[in-house]
């Protein structure tokens, strides 16, 4: 839209200039397009530190598993809930890894441990068999948009070990 | 009939000649500015975006094929020969091969098999091994091993990272694991 007869050239024909609405219109949406560019940026951002969270959340409930395996299947180790607590933290940088603190994103963790877990089929070996999860719970650390975290993992604890069949082969 | 003449524009009237004004110029050079300076935020931040995002997940793809080699080597160990707070060295126990693991403290980590050697990270700014005895103690910590052949337990962590326009910001990877021992 072009307003006419604002101003007349020399030979005589008419200057247009853009009206206020169209000039509206497009600062609006130069503002539409920057806001959805810094909006997608952000978005980006934020699933990337959340992929990271997600990455060193495994990190922890792997390691805290493969600790289990060196636990003997005694009221003194495995079910000893001094030796293996049942609730644990852990932080995104532990100590010593980016400074003298743990810092970074604090891991909240719970441990439980199923004895004779259900099996399907159901196995003799059930009594001899601990199904041990580990459950993390972590949240963004932004208080004004709250996101809790949480992830799983679980495996077995036999009493007597790995088959020697198994590992060898 | 001179006035029927088609005026020149060096004869235009003074009001026809007028230029932009001291205000529409200033308006135009802060709008020209506010725009450029918004164009020009917006693609360093993305471009920072793109090569964090690129960074982040070159270095978490080495250090996750790292922890896998690692994890399958330690794993296997028959005994841990040496060990420091830099570098691990094991015998397999199936095939008896020498496989150790090393940073030099200040960028490279090298895996070598035997007598052969092959980088596994790059820009790793920390490493750091520590090997532990059978026993676990109380909340769940165990005791450090006295001896290299009495290991059972290593935990590594490591850092890598990259740097963009001087910053570290989401262009690191951290990696922590401990690896048990089924000799």
């Known amino acids: ?169 | 009939m001179l006035n029927a003449l088609p005026s020149s524009p060096s004869r235009k009237p003074a009001s026809a000649r007028r230029g932009s004004t001291l205000i529409e110029m200033l308006v135009a050079v802060t709008t020209g500015t506010c725009i450029m300076g918004s164009i020009m935020t917006t693609g360093i931040t993305a471009t920072n975006t793109m090569v964090a995002i690129g960074n982040y997940c070159d270095l978490n793809r080495a250090s996750r094929r790292t922890l896998d080699m690692m994890s399958a080597d330690l794993r296997n160990t028959a005994v841990v020969t040496s060990v420091s707070s830099k570098q691990v060295t094991v015998s397999n126990v199936l095939t008896a091969d020498m496989i150790s693991y090393a940073w030099d403290g200040s960028n490279k980590v090298t895996r070598t098999f035997n007598s052969t050697a092959s980088v596994m990270l790059v820009n790793c700014d920390y490493l750091c091994f520590s090997n532990f005895q059978r026993n676990p103690t109380v909340n769940f910590q165990f005791l450090p091993a006295t001896t290299p052949a009495a290991t059972k337990l290593i935990s590594v962590s490591w850092r890598c990272s990259r740097q963009i326009l001087g910053a570290k910001i989401n262009t690191e990877s951290v990696q922590t694991a401990q690896i048990c021992i089924r000799n």
Not at chain 1, 39 to 44: L, P
Not at chain 1, 95 to 117: M, Q, R, W
Not at chain 1, 139 to 163: D, E, F, K, W
Request: with cysteine; glycine share 6%.
């Open chain 1, 1 to 169: 839209m072009r307003l006419n007869n604002k101003s007349n050239n020399s030979d005589g024909t008419a200057k247009a200039a853009f009206s206020l609405l169209e000039l509206l219109i497009a600062v609006t949406v130069m503002a539409l397009i920057f806001s959805a560019l810094f909006s997608g940026i952000s978005t980006s951002f934020s699933l990337l530190q959340a992929a990271r969270e997600n990455l060193r959340a495994t990190q922890i409930m792997i390691s805290r598993l493969e600790g289990l395996r060196l636990c003997a299947w005694s009221s003194s180790q495995l079910f000893n809930t001094n030796v293996v607590p049942l609730k644990f933290t852990d932080s995104f940088y532990p100590l010593g890894l980016n400074t003298t603190t743990n810092s970074g994103t604090a891991y909240v963790g719970t441990l439980t441990i199923t004895t004779n877990p259900a099996v399907s089929p159901a196995a003799s070996y059930g009594p001899n068999l601990a199904l041990v999860t580990v459950t993390l719970a972590w949240t963004n650390g932004v208080s004004s948009v709250r996101s809790i975290h949480q992830r799983s993992m679980s495996t077995y604890v036999a009493q007597y070990g790995l088959q020697n069949y198994v590992y060898y082969h």
